[in-house]
């Protein structure tokens, strides 16, 4: 089995502070994402990779950056951490795939950042 | 753009009653695919059913079924038979053809299994 693993389950870091999200898959899986999850807003997507040192912006990359210098890891950074970061992320994997059901994802188990 | 949309944010079934999750998706794309994940307290995403635009036939797992209807633009997610461990958040997905390896998600579904 696939396996994707995010190393914090809980966080708790100060306003002001730089946080490192990791997140590590075994699988030798091209793509990588990095989503956050808030209540009555679904999945947002923050960053994601296809390829070791490549990156592309999602849909609200404000405030975050992201480091892929290894296939297997994909690392989210808060460069200055606020209160309003204070979400669920979510760590995906996926092969680029053929076919439309290799798209799917394999998720981490999800780190809960608050931020105080 | 794409969209997905999911109506109901919290739903109730009885144990061994089917539920019916609604999923509508906005693209333009001819060719893409729909995804429904379900995520338990402990916060993982697992993976449950897949269809594709242009599969004939409606996708099943087991207890969970996709009603797939393409004019409407809807693909409902039906659990038969609930059981107690279906008690979780339920999100519909979608990627397109020009979504660059992404998948757009709805707001999700909470969904309960009373005994």
């Known amino acids: 089995d696939v396996k994707v693993t995010q190393s914090s389950r809980y966080l708790v870091k100060r306003t002001g502070e730089k946080v490192f999200l990791e997140c590590v898959q075994d699988?030798?899986?091209?793509?990588m994402f990095w989503y956050r999850q808030d209540p009555g807003l679904g999945l947002r997507l923050i960053y994601f990779?296809?390829?070791?040192?490549?990156?592309e912006k999602g849909d609200i990359p404000e405030g975050y950056s992201v480091s892929r210098e290894k296939k297997e890891r994909f690392s989210l950074i808060l460069e200055s951490a606020s209160t309003n970061q204070t979400s669920m992320y979510l760590c995906?994997?996926?092969?680029?795939?053929?076919?439309?059901?290799?798209?799917?994802?394999?998720f981490g188990s999800g780190t809960r950042l608050t931020v105080v | 753009a794409q969209k997905i949309t999911q109506t109901q944010p919290g739903m109730f079934v009885q144990e061994k009653e089917a539920v019916t999750l609604d999923c509508t998706y906005d693209?333009?794309?001819?060719?893409?695919?729909l995804f429904w994940y379900k995520q338990p307290s402990s916060g993982e995403m697992i993976f449950l059913i897949y269809q594709g635009s242009y599969d004939q036939q409606n996708a099943t797992e087991g207890r969970y079924s996709l009603n797939f209807q393409k004019a409407r633009k809807s693909a409902n997610l039906v659990i038969s038979a609930s059981q107690l461990g279906d008690s979780a958040m339920y999100f519909c997905?979608?990627?397109?053809?020009?979504?660059?390896?992404?998948?757009?998600f709805g707001s999700g579904t909470r969904l309960l299994v009373r005994p």
């Open positions: 995906a994997s996926s092969l680029p795939g053929t076919g439309w059901r290799d798209y799917g994802y394999t």
């Open positions: 693209t333009s794309d001819p060719s893409y695919g």
């Open positions: 997905a979608m990627r397109g053809m020009d979504s660059s390896y992404k998948l757009i």
């Open positions: 990779s296809y390829d070791v040192k490549m990156k």
């Open positions: 699988m030798d899986h091209e793509n």
